[in-house]
């Protein structure tokens, strides 16, 4: 006899454009976490953005209207550090990114250092210089491995698109010959380091994103279901030219019932929060 699906008891969340779009927070979406919280379901909000550290993040989201705490938000730095000790505990490394990347390796027990480094690190930052990109380069030529938080190559600002990770990855392998490791999405390890913080499987886990590129294939690659949100990158419109589907597709987080699973879900006619209105 067939059983019944198990249901969901996490969800993993994708930051911009899901729950934030341009600083200001998606309609629904404070409700949505709520409603979550109330059915005593866990989540992580998840974000490629090395940056901030996670304890910032959530005053950002607080500020913006999103009662977040720090310990519910997992960034590509903090899985990078996860990754490093995994690798090599104790290690040393180059790291060339902002608070939320060196906090997360020091947090980690690593030392940071520009003398015959292990690792060379590269995360996000609003001040790439000549000279640290020169260093890095340097130092990658000289035999530290390179690491890199996530392959995103461009970043959003108020002023319009800045280049982020990729596109300063890729000038040092241009100089390198040296391909980094991108450990955030769309690498599945992200998916998994997250799942394994909140002791989740992901049988009963959803990934919920606005990118196919990133969120849905290493959901999907992570063994999850994936719902896509309409309300940032993707458009409804570009999801037929990937080779493969999320479980689910909804104008906004609003519109997704907690605890059911995607594959299970019936849109509403109208835009709702939470389980029920």
Do not use: C
Request: glycine share 10%; net charge negative.
């Amino acid at each position: 006899m067939a059983t019944e699906p198990t249901s969901i008891e996490n969800y993993l969340i994708d930051m911009d454009g899901v729950l934030m779009h341009e600083s200001q927070p998606v309609p629904g979406a404070a409700a949505f976490l709520q409603a979550v919280t109330d059915a005593g379901l866990g989540y992580l909000v998840l974000t490629n953005n090395s940056i901030f550290t996670a304890r910032d993040l959530g005053v950002r989201l607080r500020d913006a209207g999103l009662a977040i705490p720090s310990e519910r938000i997992w960034t590509s730095a903090l899985a990078t550090a996860q990754f490093l000790h995994s690798q090599r505990p104790g290690g040393t490394a180059h790291a060339v990114g902002e608070a939320g990347l060196t906090t997360a390796l020091h947090d980690i027990g690593y030392v940071l250092t520009d003398r015959s480094p292990e690792y060379v690190v590269l995360g996000e930052t609003r001040t790439y210089s000549f000279e640290a990109i020169t260093r890095a380069i340097r130092l990658v030529r000289d035999g530290a491995r390179f690491i890199a938080t996530n392959p995103d190559p461009t970043g959003p600002s108020t002023e319009g698109l800045l280049p982020a990770t990729g596109a300063v990855a890729a000038l040092i392998t241009k100089a390198t010959g040296v391909v980094p490791y991108f450990v955030g999405k769309p690498n599945p390890l992200m998916m998994r380091s997250a799942l394994n913080t909140l002791q989740a499987h992901s049988e009963t886990t959803v990934m919920i994103g606005d990118r196919m590129d990133t969120d849905v294939i290493s959901g999907l690659e992570a063994g999850m279901e994936t719902v896509l949100v309409l309300s940032g990158i993707t458009s409804a419109a570009d999801i037929d030219r990937f080779p493969y589907r999320p479980t689910l597709v909804l104008e906004s987080i609003a519109r997704l019932p907690v605890g059911v699973r995607p594959g299970q879900v019936t849109i509403p006619a109208q835009p709702r929060a939470g389980v029920t209105e």
